[in-house]
């Protein structure tokens, strides 16, 4: 009988495995923001650079020996490391680390030395006595899931702790959590036993506004890092993380679909007639066709000022498609004279390809005070 490797990734493991390489490219992308108060980021920085076994290492001509979970570096290669301007910020950032009982440091003033050493590194990963160097972007090594929550808790994260955050927390083929047999999806274990997070959850455990987690996430969608899928009212979003499977595994990677993960979670999805909510502006600009805009057509400002007034009363009187965000409208002048009573011609299309309504307006000024005209529909 041939053996098979079974890809899992478990909730009840107490330690992920993070690939060097998975954190240089965040280390190395410009366009994930590092600037904030969590350490998470940066603790899983210092781990990445500790040897897994006693080595030697040659710093301005002076050679130091290094036991295993050590690294001696100078304080601008840990500015650089860290994306932190001064050496008073790296210091900072060390003697925060200490007094949480996770590093031990030794600081070398005169020569702008620092050796730090993981405390916990022979309890998480595997020491090996002879001495050997350690390639600092190949490899992996593995992290403590216990101490997350104490390294994002002490602020605001950054958009890399963030990215850790959810990385650190995804599942894969876990009996235990729905929809993980699917692919790999973020689950945070008080959560709930579904994996459904919340901007509400997300922003108070991040240190953030809520609408900072939604621009986040968007943002991580466009990078191709994360798949968020949305389904109607309280329940939240399943998070899928992108490059996962290749990056842990070195297999093709899965992204379920929305339906998918609604039929393995037991979730209701939105049915729409005319007006998905869940259609995009590409497939709006591809699917709809709207004619050329005549040259009597009223300019947009005054289409916001108009339907501003007409949007309660249209909902009101039964008309739902006056409130969906993907209705076109068009207002146009149906007559040239402007002194008096002004008719107009209102079309309101739905921007999925749906029906479309049309409306006879007329306004007429009134006087309200003197001197002054106004124009009230």
């Keep these: ?14 330690y992920c495995r993070i690939y060097r390489r998975f954190l240089n490219g965040i280390v190395e992308n410009p366009r994930v923001r590092k600037q904030g108060h969590a350490l998470l980021f940066r603790y899983a920085v210092l781990f990445s650079l500790a040897n897994f076994r006693p080595a030697l290492r040659t710093v301005d001509g002076v050679r130091y020996a290094m036991q295993a979970g050590e690294w001696i570096a100078t304080y601008r290669e840990l500015c650089e490391q860290l994306h932190l301007r001064t050496h008073k910020q790296v210091r900072a950032i060390l003697q925060q680390l200490e007094e949480l009982h996770l590093i031990e440091v030794q600081d070398d003033a005169r020569r702008k030395l620092v050796r730090f050493k993981i405390c916990c590194w022979r309890k998480t990963n595997t020491t090996l006595s002879y001495s050997a160097p350690c390639p600092k972007d190949t490899g992996f090594f593995f992290f403590p899931v216990a101490q997350i929550p104490d390294l994002i808790g002490i602020g605001r994260c950054s958009e890399a702790d963030m990215l850790l955050d959810l990385w ?9 959590v729905p929809g993980s047999a699917l692919g790999p999806v973020v689950y945070y274990r008080n959560e709930g036993s579904l994996p459904l997070v919340s901007c509400t959850m997300l922003a108070k455990r991040w240190g953030v506004s809520k609408a900072t987690v939604h621009r986040v996430l ?24 992108q490059g996962y499977l290749s990056t842990m595994f070195s297999v093709a990677d899965i992204c379920p679909t929305r339906q998918a993960l609604a039929t393995e979670l037991a979730l209701p999805v939105r049915e729409y007639t005319g007006c998905p909510a869940e259609s995009t502006v590409s497939s709006v600009e591809t699917t709809t066709a709207l004619p050329p805009w005549p040259i009597d057509a009223v300019s947009k400002p005054s289409v916001r000022l108009i339907l501003e007034n007409l949007r309660n009363a249209l909902y009101a009187s039964g008309f739902r498609c006056s409130a969906c965000p993907h209705a076109l409208y068009r207002l146009s002048n149906l007559s040239g004279c402007r002194d008096a009573v002004t008719a107009y011609d209102l079309a309101i299309v739905c921007g999925a390809g749906g029906p479309s309504y049309r ?11 003197p001197g002054v005209e106004v124009e009230v529909i």
Excluded: C, W
Excluded at 168 to 175: E, G, P, R, S
């Design 1 to 14: 009988m041939k053996n098979q490797l079974s890809a899992k990734q478990l909730v009840r493991f107490p």
């Design 168 to 176: 650190l927390h995804t599942v894969f083929q876990d009996a235990g």
């Design 218 to 241: 968007k943002k991580f969608e466009q990078l191709s890092l994360v798949a968020v899928h949305h389904y109607p009212g309280k329940r939240g979003s399943v998070i899928v993380m």
């Design 359 to 369: 409306f006879n307006l007329k306004l007429e000024p009134v006087v309200t005070f």
